[in-house]
């Protein structure tokens, strides 16, 4: 049986929301959500408490720092299909199926959020047993470590972020081979066929509202929100 990774994805997610005084409100809550589960080795742990620190110490200036680090530049956006295929036309599909994805689990994705954001890839993964949602991961992992070295070299505290999403999904952080051009990720997005056939399409602009919430599919009359 595999170790509880739930909570530690949902925890993840919430570190790449905008952090406004809302999502600061909940970092004290995050560091016992990780001791509970565990999923986490002590470097990476140490990591994340550093970036959570500078985030309740900057207040709105980590607001700033956020816009400017994942607003302003294709490396590090975290939209997944811009490290694919840009503005491309094919975006408009590639969204549909992956929200069909979504719906399969039964999960709804509120109109006016992007189902390819990385905080809403990581809810919808904390939803699935843990072995799918390692192999959720493991299909786009490829471009977490894209992004990973592109804030490495902004020397951005986020990294340890991308890090420790991929130590959860049990992939590892470099690839051996030498980076490629990034024009190469489409190829490597088409094989094996990531999101569940999404792969050939594209992504939506930067700039959009940011995705946070994943809802639950709700039985008649009732309704909620996936924690």
């Known amino acids: 049986?595999?170790?509880?990774?739930?909570?530690?994805?949902?925890?993840?997610?919430?570190l790449l929301r905008y952090p406004d005084a809302a999502m600061r409100a909940h970092l004290a809550d995050?560091?016992?959500?990780?001791?509970?589960?565990?999923?986490?080795?002590?470097?990476?742990?140490?990591?994340?408490?550093?970036?959570?620190?500078?985030?309740?110490?900057?207040?709105?200036?980590a607001e700033a720092t956020y816009v400017d680090l994942f607003d302003r530049g294709r490396g590090t956006a975290l939209h997944l299909f811009e490290h694919v295929h840009g503005d491309s036309r094919d975006r408009g599909p590639a969204m549909v199926d992956l929200v069909r994805t979504y719906e399969q689990a039964g999960l709804l994705?509120?109109?006016?959020?992007?189902?390819?954001?990385?905080?809403?890839?990581?809810?919808?993964?904390?939803?699935?047993?843990?072995?799918?949602?390692?192999?959720?991961?493991?299909?786009?992992?490829?471009?977490?470590?894209?992004?990973?070295?592109?804030?490495q070299r902004r020397e951005s505290d986020y990294t340890a972020v991308m890090a420790a999403v991929l130590e959860v999904a049990g992939q590892p952080l470099r690839d051996d081979a030498p980076p490629a051009a990034e024009e190469s990720l489409d190829a490597s997005w088409e094989e094996p066929a990531a999101f569940d056939g999404c792969s050939t399409q594209g992504q939506a602009s930067p700039g959009m509202p940011q995705p946070v919430h994943l809802i639950r599919r709700p039985p008649p009359a009732t309704g909620g929100h996936v924690r």
Do not use: N
Request: hydrophobic share 50%; aromatic share 4%; charged share 25%.
């Open 1 to 14: 049986m595999t170790e509880p990774i739930t909570f530690t994805l949902r925890a993840l997610a919430h």
């Open 30 to 61: 995050i560091p016992a959500v990780l001791d509970a589960e565990g999923a986490l080795g002590r470097v990476r742990r140490a990591e994340l408490d550093a970036l959570m620190d500078r985030l309740l110490a900057e207040g709105l200036d």
């Open 109 to 151: 994705l509120d109109p006016t959020e992007l189902p390819d954001h990385l905080t809403v890839l990581l809810e919808y993964a904390s939803t699935q047993p843990a072995r799918e949602a390692r192999a959720f991961i493991g299909e786009f992992a490829h471009i977490l470590r894209s992004i990973g070295a592109a804030l």
